[in-house]
């Protein structure tokens, strides 16, 4: 299992970002995926899920801000964060399946003016 995430980084209250993560050695297409996320000092939360079918299940208070989806034939999963806030700061990970100990490296989305 290896898992990629990418498009981190600094953006503005308000502002948007896409995540994307990039996943090999698995099945991807009928796997589902996960997108949690550690603040500074804090626990890893979830996120949101998708299902191999692009079934989408988001914590309380993120639908509607974040937009998790993915592309099967590229084997990528995605995250579009909107109106991101300074409380939306935070490692990023992509997991494997509902579990959280596959994942990747992670990538920090920083929400600061």
């Known amino acids: 299992v290896r898992l990629v995430e990418s498009g981190g980084g600094l953006v503005e209250p308000g502002g948007s970002l896409r995540l994307s993560c990039a996943a090999s050695?698995?099945?991807?297409?009928?796997?589902?995926m996960t997108w949690i996320r550690q603040p500074p000092g804090k626990a890893l939360e979830r996120v949101a899920n998708?299902?191999?079918?692009?079934?989408?299940y988001y914590a309380e208070g993120l639908q509607g801000r974040f937009t998790v989806s993915r592309d099967n034939a590229k084997s990528m999963l995605y995250l579009r964060l909107t109106s991101v806030k300074t409380e939306d700061t935070a490692m990023y990970y992509c997991?494997?399946?509902?579990?959280?100990?596959?994942r990747g490296q992670g990538t920090q989305v920083t929400v600061s003016s």
């Open positions: 997991t494997k399946g509902t579990g959280w100990t596959d």
């Open positions: 050695g698995f099945t991807f297409g009928a796997t589902y």
């Open positions: 998708i299902s191999p079918s692009g079934n989408t």
